[in-house]
Nanobody, 127 residues
Framework: QVKLVESGGGLVQAGGSLRLSCTHS????????MGWFRQAPGKGREGVSC????????YYQESVEGRFTISRDNAKNTMYLQMNSLKSEDTAMYYC????????????????????WGQGTQVTVSS
């Protein structure tokens, strides 16, 4: 079983930056593509960004393109999301997710394609 733990959330002013981390433990051979999702109050969960197992493919939701950067360090079993130029609309609970089945050179932005989830870390951007 794989366990995912997010960290790095907090309160920041608009225009500021945060870096989220997601560390996984358990069977590392079960962790392939990974992604970040978020859920704002009263809204559904949406895909923000994802990264393939080797980091050779990334995806960003249009609203975060150019402001967020996803990366992973497989030696440390950790994925990151560097968030710059934060806006009030980025306020949400951020979740990391991992997929146990391989998708070589690709990652998905859909929740249904991930079977491991973290508990979430809150990001609040004040305007």
């Amino acid at each position: 079983q794989v366990k995912l733990v997010e960290s790095g959330g907090g309160l920041v002013q608009a225009g500021g930056s945060l870096r989220l981390s997601c560390t996984h433990s358990g069977l590392t051979s079960d962790v392939h593509a990974m992604g970040w999702f978020r859920q704002a109050p009263g809204k559904g969960r949406e895909g923000v960004s994802c990264i393939s197992q080797l980091g050779d493919f990334t995806y960003y939701q249009e609203s975060v393109e150019g402001r967020f950067t996803i990366s992973r360090d497989n030696a440390k079993n950790t994925m990151y999301l560097q968030m710059n130029s934060l806006k009030s609309e980025d306020t949400a609970m951020y979740y990391c997710a991992a997929r146990s089945r391989p998708t070589y050179g690709f990652c998905s932005a859909f929740q249904r394609d991930y079977n491991y989830w973290g508990q979430g870390t809150q990001v609040t951007v004040s305007s």
